[in-house]
Nanobody, 123 residues
Framework: QVLLVESGGGLVQAGGSLRLSCAAS????????VGWFRQAPGKEREFVAA????????IHTDSVKGRFTISRDNAKNTVYLQMNSLKPEDTAVYYC????????????????WGQGTQVTVSS
């Protein structure tokens, strides 16, 4: 299986930036698509971004386009989510997930999940 660990969350003021990392262990990470999802208390889990195993295909949900960028470094078994121009509504626990198929916006299609990292954006 693929084990995923998120890091890089924290407290930041509106307009600031954070870079989240999703580090994989276990089987090789190189041939898995990876997605980022987030969930705020009392709200449904929301798709944020996804990247194909090659990195040639990326998907970003409309609310983060132009602000967040997903990328990966397969040599380091790590996927990143660069978050710029953060807004209070970005506050949530952020999770990374992996699957053996194509990049997907649907959480149920992912097989492996990390434990999450908290992102809090103050106004």
């Amino acid at each position: 299986q693929v084990l995923l660990v998120e890091s890089g969350g924290g407290l930041v003021q509106a307009g600031g930036s954070l870079r989240l990392s999703c580090a994989a262990s276990g089987r090789t990470f190189s041939n898995y698509a990876v997605g980022w999802f987030r969930q705020a208390p009392g709200k449904e889990r929301e798709f944020v971004a996804a990247i194909s195993w090659t990195g040639l295909t990326t998907i970003h949900t409309d609310s983060v386009k132009g602000r967040f960028t997903i990328s990966r470094d397969n040599a380091k078994n790590t996927v990143y989510l660069q978050m710029n121009s953060l807004k209070p509504e970005d506050t949530a626990v952020y999770y990374c997930a992996a699957r053996g198929g194509r990049a997907s916006t649907t959480g149920a299609e992912y097989d492996y999940w990390g434990q999450g990292t908290q992102v809090t954006v103050s106004s």
